[in-house]
């Protein structure tokens, strides 16, 4: 495996390296309570405002850095044995909180709809990046369900169809609401 060479990641190979480190990290894991996020939030945004919108600011390279961190995570998680997974799946789908991408999905139309309110040209742009989202998770989805031998070893409790409906209705609504915004509330 070659040697990372980013600073980011020689600090976290520090960081890990550290088992007083290790542990503060998964006993807050562990102990943490969804609920506890929305304070989290509210406690970093309003400690310090302007460090937290400069830190938004930098939202755009840590969302391509998230993307990047999960792509990564997934080619490192395929190389798991598949019994392995087939365990952290189950946990995973089993605790996840599913219901709440529905109150996401509408906090984040209203973020949108604040935003857009005069820029058209951000409309137009981020219109196209959540059709290619959207475009990309369909592709993986269609993809997943075709191999269907696969398909039904991982999918075999979950309603696979309820899940694509409502990642098609989140994202199409999305979509909807970025192009009427893009045209200046012409395509409604």
Do not use: H, Y
Request: net charge positive; with cysteine; glycine share 6%.
């Amino acid at each position: 495996m070659a040697e990372l060479q980013s600073t980011s990641a020689r600090v976290l190979r520090e960081l890990l390296a550290t088992p007083a480190f290790r542990e503060i990290v998964l006993l807050n894991v562990r102990e943490m309570q969804p609920e506890e996020a929305r304070e989290l939030v509210r406690t970093a945004l309003w400690t310090d405002p302007a460090f937290s919108l400069s830190m938004a600011a930098a939202a755009p390279q840590a969302v391509n850095c998230l993307i990047e961190a999960l792509v990564e995570l997934a080619v490192q998680l395929n190389s798991f044995p598949p019994q392995m997974m087939n365990e952290f799946g189950a946990g995973l789908a089993q605790q996840v909180r599913t219901e709440r991408l529905t109150d996401l999905a509408g906090e984040l139309r209203t973020l949108i709809q604040r935003t857009l309110q005069n820029d058209p040209q951000l409309g137009k742009q981020l219109t196209s990046n959540a059709i290619k989202a959207v475009n990309g998770l369909v592709r993986a989805a269609n993809q997943m369900l075709d191999d269907r031998r696969r398909s039904r070893e991982l999918f075999a409790d979950l309603d696979v169809g309820q899940l694509l409906r409502l990642a098609w209705r989140l994202g199409w609504s999305l979509v909807r609401e970025l192009v009427s915004r893009a045209l200046g509330g012409r395509g409604r």
